[in-house]
């Protein structure tokens, strides 16, 4: 998830550098791997890029300041393909004559063949990323057809995957080109001038009149306005609305807090995390992971260590790395790991979680568990970070700067990337499972637009947290990949609201914490498929009877059409029909949003609780 930036202005204005980096620092939190420039100036294109946050831009265009321009693009990096360097950085040149500049928000999936096909014709890459490859393709198309927008067409027509594109070219001086497949753009209208950005925050300072384009559309502005064509080369039609927001509600999309936007993001974090892992025939296809099939296919048992929210992510995919690879599965709290005397060794392969990839704790097991000859994968949302370096392959999620202290859209992505995981290691070693990865890999795709529709679906939530504003205790149970969920439902209320919250396995109800039931006791339940194995459902079902003649207040996560637990719910939250092992990414989302919201009600800083910090880097 980058941050992009595209402006034309008057001609006799010379502002455009102004203009990119004032986006620019409204977007960073979209990415802060590294930040770029590109501006038209005469007969040429010019670019600044650096390595790092926007800082380092900013302090080299102070040591070498560029010249004036009407036109250019800026672009905010998240790392997918290559390190976060200054050759990786964008924007990228195209071309012999480096006229061409380009700038690019997502991944192109079939990068790799388009790469190698123009590397047979003699391009020389200066970088590792897929990026440059759509430069150069663009650049060539350029000198074909002489129309930065047409060739723009014949470009995207090439591409797999989800991408926007924002490209300048010396030789249409007042001009941008945008293209746009499952990845945002939108178009800021102003007197004279006109704007283009990864989302309103990049202009929101010049102008609020806006224009959404839909999917696979082509955009060129001008100083004048912006036209709009089909990738099919039909005219198009963008949706002009007026923004309302203030510039800070800006940055966040319009959501009150950072974690809210987070939580509606999560879809997109899902689906990107998603893309790229597969072939042509359907194959999974980890290429990035660099680890020996033969050395993988011998592992005998895998570790998976982590704190907090990634430990629970842990927990959902111990159940589906068993279940699909027949592999014993562990999960431990990576500060105890390391002091436990674990029994690890050159078949063991150890997972490592972390969003931020510099957690300590996790670092530390990470380096112990090589020192016992452990292979370690790290899963981690934050490229160039110490933990996949100290790794000996890492599998990064995509689910973009995660800004919030308490995780939401990391969370479902590193349970994402462990499914990856399983189904990949699943695949290699065959077995029953083995033809399975790829259904599976189907059922995933749907994900999020399952996610999106419990989103949808979410305001009885947040009215039930509003009501909930002064309630001291709430308890959430579930059984197999529900008690996960519980756990982090219950994490969430402790880290954003202050109150006292547990989670338990809803088979232990009975051993012990049924004691704390009384009368008005508020208690989630995430509840299993009916479909679900070894007849779950019904002992779930059995213990809401069971806390509810105690008096307690039920309110039941369960999926469409379980009519079952209608008669001993308060409330029933209701959750798309869904493969029992991908359940988390679903009913993870009302817990999530009811700590939010009953948090936001009681007037609490949702993005920055007390005490917290969003990577810890001590013991």
């Known amino acids: 998830m980058c941050g992009i930036v595209g402006y034309v202005g008057p001609k006799v204005d010379g502002r455009a550098l102004e203009v990119i980096m004032e986006g620019l620092a409204r977007l960073e939190y979209r990415g802060y791997d590294s930040a770029g420039v590109a501006l038209v100036a005469g007969d040429h294109v010019v670019t600044t890029k650096r390595a790092g946050k926007l800082a380092n831009l900013i302090r080299a265009l102070a040591l070498e300041p560029l010249p004036e321009s009407n036109t250019a693009i800026g672009h905010t990096r998240w790392a997918t393909h ?5 050759e990786n950085a964008h924007p990228h040149r195209g071309g012999q004559d480096g006229k061409l500049a380009l700038i690019h928000n997502g991944i192109i999936e079939n990068f790799h063949a388009l790469r190698s096909a123009l590397i047979d014709d003699g391009v020389v890459f200066l970088s590792e990323t897929d990026t440059e490859v759509v430069a150069q393709l663009l650049a060539r198309s350029y000198d074909k057809i002489g129309d930065l927008t047409e060739a723009m067409r014949q470009v995207v027509a090439e591409l797999k995957g989800a991408f926007t594109l924002l490209a300048v070219h010396a030789d249409e001086p007042g001009v941008v080109v945008g293209a746009r497949r ?3 753009l939108v178009v800021g209208i102003g007197d004279g001038e006109t704007f283009l950005g990864s989302d309103v925050a990049a202009f929101i300072g010049s102008t609020r009149e806006a224009l959404e384009l839909d999917q696979d559309q082509i955009v060129t502005i001008t100083a004048q306005g912006a036209s709009i064509i089909n990738f099919d080369g039909t005219p198009g039609v963008g949706k002009a609305y007026h923004v309302d927001w203030n510039a800070a509600a800006a940055e966040k ?4 807090n950072f974690m809210a936007k987070e939580i509606h993001d999560q879809p997109h974090a899902v689906a990107d995390t998603l893309l790229g ?6 194959a999974l296809v980890l290429d990035e992971l660099r680890m020996d099939e033969a050395e993988l296919r011998a592992i005998d048992k895998i570790v998976i260590i982590a704190c907090g929210t990634a430990a629970y992510a842990g927990m959902v995919a111990k159940y589906a790395i068993e279940h699909w690879t027949r592999i014993p599965c562990e999960v431990d709290l990576a500060h105890e790991f390391r002091y436990r005397d674990p029994v690890v060794n050159e078949r063991t392969l150890v997972v490592a979680i972390s ?6 704790d996790t670092l530390m097991a990470v380096k112990h568990a090589r020192l016992l000859g452990a292979r370690v994968i790290a899963i981690c949302n934050t490229h160039g970070s110490t933990i996949p370096r100290e790794s000996d392959a890492v599998l990064y999620t995509h689910a973009g700067p995660e800004i919030a202290v308490a995780s939401t859209k990391a969370f479902l992505a590193q349970i994402t990337a462990c499914y990856i995981l399983g189904l990949y290691l699943a695949q290699l070693r065959g077995g029953t499972y ?4 790829q259904s599976v890999m189907k059922d995933l795709c749907e994900m999020p637009a399952k996610i999106q529709t419990v989103l949808d679906g979410l305001d009885r939530v947040r009215e039930i947290a509003r009501f909930m504003v002064d309630t001291r205790s709430v308890l959430f149970l579930g059984r197999h990949v529900g008690y996960p969920v519980a756990l982090e439902g219950a994490l969430k209320l402790k880290e954003l609201a202050y109150i006292h919250a547990e989670g338990f396995a809803a088979g232990e109800l009975k051993h012990g914490p049924i004691a704390l039931i009384e009368a008005g006791q508020p208690v989630f339940v995430i509840v299993p498929s009916p ?3 070894h007849g779950l459902h019904d002992k779930v079902v059995s213990g809401i009877q069971e806390i509810r003649a105690r008096g307690a207040r039920t309110i039941v996560i369960a999926e469409e059409g379980d009519e079952d637990v209608v008669p001993f719910a308060d409330v029933v939250i209701r959750v798309p029909v869904t493969p029992t092992l991908l359940a988390p990414l679903v009913t993870t989302v009302p817990l999530q949003v009811f700590a939010c919201e009953l948090a936001w009600a009681k007037g609490l800083d949702v993005d920055q609780p007390r005490n917290l910090a969003k990577s810890v880097t001590v013991e």
């Open 82 to 86: 290559g390190a976060p360097t200054d």
């Open 182 to 184: 499952n990845s945002p």
């Open 253 to 256: 999309g319009g959501f009150p």
């Open 277 to 282: 892992r597969t072939n042509e025939s359907g």
């Open 355 to 360: 969003q931020s990839g510099e957690t300590m």
């Open 434 to 437: 083995a033809d399975e990865a």
């Open 531 to 533: 479909s679900s194995e």
